[in-house]
C-alpha cells in the first residue's frame, strides 16, 4: 500500500509569482484536503476535494485554487504569492461519502515553500 | 467555531518519568477527535482516533481518553524517540462548516532526555 505522497519537497518562490504543489493520496482513497502550517502552529485548513469537486474551503483567499483528478491526485495553486504564504503545505487524503466524511486523514510529508 | 487549546505548549521529560498531555476542545456535534504525532519538517503521523466519551485507546507507550470537553494523551515510561510534537485534531458534524475538515491545536512539543 503505497502513503500520500507531495511534491516538490522544497520550494522557493518571490513575491508575486505563482506556484503549483502536487498530491498523490494513498490507494484506495478518494478525499484529499490541504492544510497550511506556518511554522509553531497548528495546520489550517485550506479546501478539501471529493471525487473531482470542491467539498468545502477554510479561510484562504481565492487565489489559492486547486484541482483532483480522476486518480484522486490532487493539485494546490496559488497566485500572487506573499511573504505570509511562508509555510508547510500539507496533503491528507482519506476514504469517505460525501455526507460522511469523518474517516481519518493521513498526511504526506508536506511541501516547504518560502517566499522571498 | 470548532476550537481546540492544547496544553502545555511545551514539556520537558526525563526518560521514564510519565506524564500527560492536554487536548481541550468545543465542537458543535463530535465526529471525531484525532491525535498525530510530528517530528520537525514532517508531516503528521497518524496515532489514533477517539469518537465518544469515555474512550480508550493505546499503542505501545501512548494511551488516549476522551471526555466530553477534552482528551488526555497519556505517556508512560517515554524513551527520547518520543520526543516530538503531539497534535490534537476535532472533526465536528458539519452544520456550517465541511464535513471532514480537521481543526487542529497548536500542539504540545514534547523533549525526552536520557
Known amino acids: 500500500e503505497t502513503g500520500v505522497t507531495q511534491s516538490p519537497t522544497h520550494l522557493i518562490k518571490t513575491r508575486g509569482q505563482q506556484v503549483t504543489l502536487r498530491c498523490s493520496s494513498q490507494?484506495?482513497?478518494?478525499?484529499v484536503s490541504w492544510y497550511q502550517q506556518a511554522l509553531g502552529q497548528g495546520p489550517q485548513f485550506i479546501f478539501q476535494y471529493y471525487r473531482e469537486e470542491e467539498n468545502g474551503r477554510g479561510n484562504f483567499p481565492p487565489r489559492f485554487s486547486g484541482l483532483q483528478f480522476p486518480n484522486y491526485s490532487s493539485e494546490l495553486n496559488v497566485n500572487a504569492l506573499e511573504l505570509d504564504d511562508s509555510a508547510l503545505y500539507l496533503c491528507?487524503?482519506?476514504?469517505?461519502?460525501?455526507?460522511?466524511?469523518?474517516?481519518?486523514?493521513?498526511f504526506g510529508p508536506g511541501t516547504r515553500l518560502t517566499v522571498l | 467555531e470548532d476550537q481546540v487549546t492544547q496544553s502545555p505548549e511545551a514539556l520537558r521529560l526525563q526518560e521514564g518519568e510519565s506524564s500527560s498531555l492536554n487536548c481541550s476542545y468545543t465542537v458543535s456535534g463530535l465526529r471525531g477527535l484525532f491525535w498525530y504525532r510530528q517530528d520537525p519538517g514532517k508531516g503528521p503521523e497518524f496515532l489514533f482516533t477517539l469518537y465518544s466519551a469515555g474512550e480508550e485507546k493505546e499503542k505501545e507507550r501512548l494511551k488516549a481518553t476522551l471526555t466530553k470537553k477534552e482528551s488526555f494523551l497519556h505517556i508512560t515510561a517515554p524513551k527520547p524517540e518520543d520526543s516530538a510534537t503531539y497534535l490534537c485534531a476535532v472533526q465536528g458534524n458539519g452544520r456550517g462548516s465541511t464535513l471532514g475538515r480537521l481543526y487542529f491545536g497548536r500542539g504540545t512539543q514534547l523533549t525526552v532526555w536520557p
Open positions: 491528507a487524503s482519506s476514504w469517505g461519502r460525501r455526507q460522511s466524511i469523518g474517516n481519518e486523514q493521513f
Open positions: 490507494s484506495g482513497h478518494n478525499t
